[in-house]
């Protein structure tokens, strides 16, 4: 459904400009068919916007370095870019040329271009070697237990001048056992609120987290995951010092003595921090190589995408799917 009619002089000779205005629409939520709650479409959040933008900008580019138009474009000149090299290398790995193709079937259905190259370059495309990510790896129990092992330790007590130093250790230590093992996404561990964190400790010592949209990413769907109790055991001592230190607001891991919200990039700097004292060098280390393990241990130990759909919470069982395709990969000191 679309509210308004595009400007196609606009979108033929300032492509990004065009698409700049567009992505902040009702008209781009609609082609993007994620609905709300209550049946409406949901808007794009302004960071996930950055992202489209950037990656229009770069087809963009390329659009004016081929002396072509979104108008005078084939699906074969599609399947050219996304699969373009430089240095004998691919450009774009797999499954980001898949979002590159899914963005511009978004643009040109807007466009009413028809039939829509994007779509065609989809189909003609082998679909199961775009959902093959090659940052979708996952850690052995081994490489696992070695991350565990090079999480930020606790300062010793003797350096201490006040009770609470080294706290930040102790956040991001808990942070990253709790990502890793409830399958949280970087977003939803930044985002986490304190009423979040269940109360009530089954017999096997684990926990509930029930993980909302509120201050997460807007992909970031309403579900419930299980903390086991080694998780526990790391958090629970951590939002006891949390409450001690009198931090204000709801954030289980702050950034700051005032409650405010860490950032992703400091997360993902962490994490990439723990691999590095763990001596694994593996490519693209970070939140989503956790994510991954977190999924393919709850797929190997029998439990269906559906399941792991609503754990993790996504949106479609596909997607849970795909984790089977998570591989784990020796690093260098192996």
């Known amino acids: 459904m679309i509210d308004t009619m595009p400007d196609l002089t606009a979108w033929g000779t300032a492509p990004l400009k065009a698409f700049t205005d567009f992505v902040f629409t009702i008209d781009f939520a609609n082609t993007g068919r994620r609905l709300r709650a209550d049946g409406t479409p949901r808007m794009v959040s302004r960071e996930s916007a950055k992202i489209y933008i950037f990656m ?24 050219g870019f996304v699969n373009r090299t430089e240095h004998g290398k691919r450009v774009l790995n797999s499954k980001i040329a898949y979002r590159y193709l899914r963005l511009l079937e978004r643009c ?17 495309t082998n679909y199961t070697d775009l959902a093959r990510d090659d940052a979708s790896r996952a ?10 092992d090079a999480l930020p330790s606790h300062p010793p007590r003797r350096r201490r001048v006040t009770p609470f130093d080294g706290w930040k250790r102790r956040r991001d230590r808990a942070m990253q056992v709790v990502i890793a093992l409830a399958g949280l996404r970087v977003s939803e561990a930044t985002g986490l609120l304190v009423h979040e964190v269940g109360q009530q400790v089954a017999i096997d010592g684990s926990i509930e987290l029930t993980i909302t949209p509120d201050e997460k990413h807007d992909t970031s769907h309403e579900h419930t995951t299980t903390l086991p109790r080694r998780g526990v055991e790391e958090l629970r001592p951590w939002l006891e010092e949390r409450a001690k230190m009198g931090i204000p607001g709801e954030f289980v891991f702050p950034a700051n003595v005032a409650g405010d919200k860490l950032t992703k990039k400091t997360v993902y700097v962490q994490i990439r921090a723990t691999f590095e004292r763990a001596g694994m060098d593996l490519a693209r280390s970070g939140g989503r190589t956790l994510r991954n393990t977190f999924a393919k241990r709850q797929l190997d130990e029998g439990a269906s995408a559906g399941e792991l759909k609503d754990v993790l919470g996504l949106a479609l069982e596909r997607s849970a799917a795909d984790y089977k395709l998570a591989r784990v990969k020796p690093d260098p000191t192996e």
């Open 108 to 124: 040109f259905e807007y466009l009413q271009v028809t039939p829509n190259p994007a779509e065609q370059a989809i189909l003609a």
């Open 56 to 79: 229009f900008g770069n087809f963009a580019r390329w659009l004016a370095e081929q002396g072509k138009t979104l108008f005078t474009l084939t699906h074969a000149d599609l399947i």
């Open 139 to 148: 850690l052995s129990e081994e490489q696992l237990e070695r991350f565990f």
